[in-house]
């Protein structure tokens, strides 16, 4: 069972950066496309960024283009979400998930067909 444990979260000013953790246990990098979701108070999930299996090709929502870079290391089994010039906008519960799908481009926008979720970090962009 694929399991996905986030870090990193935390209380940042606007324009500050935060970089997010998702450490996956159970399989490697190399069978799961891995993305991060998040979710503001009263709003929707919202697909954010996500790499093809093996930690390649990433996808950006066109929200945090510029800003935001995904990566994966695959000694490590983690992603990384690097998130620079933080918005208050950018408040929310921020989710780790997996598909068991080599590709992951699509499920930047449709984020019901990840299939493993993590407990989810608070990132919250306040002066």
């Known amino acids: 069972q694929l399991q996905l444990v986030e870090s990193g979260g935390g209380l940042v000013q606007p324009g500050g950066s935060l970089r997010l953790s998702c450490a996956v246990s159970g399989a490697t990098l190399d069978y799961y496309a891995v993305g991060w979701v998040r979710q503001a108070p009263g709003k929707e999930r919202e697909g954010v960024s996500c790499?093809?299996?093996?930690?390649?090709?990433?996808n950006y929502a066109d929200s945090v283009k510029g800003r935001f870079t995904i990566s994966g290391d695959n000694a490590k089994n983690t992603v990384f979400l690097q998130m620079i010039s933080l918005k208050p906008e950018d408040t929310a519960t921020y989710y780790c998930?997996?598909?068991?799908?080599?590709?992951?481009?699509?499920?930047?926008?449709?984020?019901?067909?990840?299939?493993?979720w993590g407990q989810g970090t608070q990132v919250t962009v306040s002066s």
């Open positions: 998930a997996a598909v068991d799908n080599y590709y992951c481009a699509g499920y930047v926008t449709d984020v019901s067909g990840y299939n493993f």
């Open positions: 790499v093809d299996s093996g930690g390649v090709s990433p």
